[in-house]
């Protein structure tokens, strides 16, 4: 089979090098791709939300099945317009991304299902959101209600800092026409978790459990990130926890998108607050996660393929996935200043000492190849994944790999994983 892999950072990679195990696989495409995928596929000079573009490609190509990694083309639609020219595409439908693309229609489908998630109110002036603010306090949480990469949403301790969002967002559009609207809500606490799981509009069919590390600095201090690092399995998902998320969210959540007349196909992911209460789920993307990705797949036995293929088709029922037992750890190695501005082009050196380690593998994300070198061309530039017999062996050996890579201001956090030891220990 020809494949057409959509997108260019650390978890396309994963997608790329587990898709490449598949005995059915022939040929792997991937829009636009990055150094490191280029080593296992062809990469095509087309950006992700070129539609057309893509749609063009795909048939040129003769590709069998497109695999959609980041959100932007699917709100946008892509699997709509391959699947009405007759193409196999893994994802779900506009309609169905919106569970993503706006944060107002997750919070209504939620609140309409009774799937448990944080208290919120919708506004679409400064105003009214200011005053609903005053009524009940802080702290609080203030979201854009559109995409914005993962950092449209501002945890606020104090009232006046949750005014201050109100404008970043609303007034000063500080993500554009993401901030329209603005959704506000109740602060959570718990430990997080993510949640994935394949589903073909009917069945669903979980993955491992894993956690990722949002903010940028150690202890989760500073600002949000796409994701600075990932593990799995997660501890804080005790088998009670587990049967509580497939029971009260997972499941529910891919019946209301059908009772919507939006059945969801793809792969659904959801962020979650683990806490007294039990689960509430904090978002709800339309897509494979980044980084959690790239420890997931490290940590698949069985071929993705079948998987993909089953919940594009809607013949699911009845899968199993296989998992390796040993934990997996992914530690992002990003560029200085990121999330914030960040220099592009230094050099990368180390990638073949870091991958020579035992079961570790390094996943790029925002690289490129200049005069036949490895160069930083992305915030989050690469993954870096290793398995070990038990968490703390899998953190250890991460380590010893990203010690290995070195370019001017590679910054990582060094804490990743720590949560799952420290409840190891309790
Ligand atoms: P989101 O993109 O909505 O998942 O938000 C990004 C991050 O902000 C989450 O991973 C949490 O760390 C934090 N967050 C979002 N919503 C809440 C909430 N209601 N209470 C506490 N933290 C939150
Ligand atoms: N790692 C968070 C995300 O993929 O949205």
């Avoid at 590390?213 to 587990?242: C, E, L, R, W």
């Avoid at 079948?306 to 037992?325: F, N, Q, R, V, Y």
């Avoid at 390094?362 to 200049?370: D, E, I, P, R, S």
Wanted: charged residues 25%; contains cysteine; positive net charge.
């Amino acid at each position: 089979m020809k494949l057409l892999l959509v997108g260019s950072g650390g978890r396309e990679h994963a997608l790329v090098w587990k898709l490449k195990q598949s005995a059915k696989v022939d040929k792997i495409f991937c829009a636009p791709g990055n150094a490191g995928i280029a080593e296992q596929a062809e990469c095509l000079p087309v950006k992700g939300e070129d539609i057309e573009g893509l749609l063009k490609v795909a048939k040129e190509k003769k590709v069998d099945l497109t695999v959609v990694g980041p959100e932007a083309p699917l709100t946008l639609g892509i699997v709509d317009r391959f699947s009405a020219a007759g193409l196999r595409v893994f994802g779900p439908s506009q309609a169905a991304a919106r569970i993503e693309g706006s944060k107002a229609f997750m919070k209504d489908l939620m609140k309409k299902y009774r799937i448990p998630s944080a208290a919120f109110a919708t506004f679409d002036s400064p105003e009214k959101a200011k005053a609903y603010l005053k009524k009940v306090g802080a702290p609080i949480v203030v979201k854009a209600d559109g995409l914005a990469a993962g950092k449209g949403v501002i945890l606020c301790q104090t009232l006046p800092e949750a005014e201050a969002a109100i404008d970043q967002i609303m007034v000063k559009k500080e993500f554009g026409p993401a901030g329209d609207k603005v959704v506000i809500e109740e602060f959570l606490t718990g430990e997080e978790a993510s949640f994935l799981a394949f589903t073909d509009g009917e069945a669903v069919l979980p993955l491992a459990s894993c956690q990722d590390h949002k903010a940028i600095f150690d202890n989760d201090q500073g600002p949000n990130t796409g994701g600075m690092g990932a593990y799995s399995p997660a501890p804080v998902v005790t088998p009670q926890i587990y049967q509580q998320i497939i029971d009260q969210v997972m499941v529910p959540t891919v019946r209301a998108m059908k009772a919507e007349g939006a059945p969801y196909r793809g792969v659904l992911y959801a962020g979650l607050m683990i806490g007294k209460g039990g689960v509430k789920v904090l978002e709800f993307n339309a897509r494979f996660g980044d980084p959690e990705t790239q420890p997931l797949l490290f940590r698949m036995k069985s071929d993705l393929l079948p998987l993909l293929e089953a919940s594009a088709d809607g013949s699911l029922k009845g899968m199993k996935i296989e998992w390796h037992d040993q934990p997996a750890v992914c530690v992002v190695m990003a560029s200085k200043g990121y999330p914030g501005s960040y220099e592009k082009g230094f050099p990368i050196t180390g990638l073949p000492e870091a991958n020579a380690l035992p079961d570790t593998f390094v996943f790029h994300a925002g690289t490129a190849l200049k005069d036949g070198k490895v160069v930083t061309a992305g915030g989050r530039v690469l993954g870096v994944t290793a398995r070990g017999k038990d968490i703390k062996a899998a953190i250890d050996r991460t380590y010893q790999a990203v010690k290995k890579i070195r370019w001017d201001g590679a910054y990582y956090r060094t804490d990743i994983g720590r949560k799952a030891l420290v409840r190891k220990r309790v």
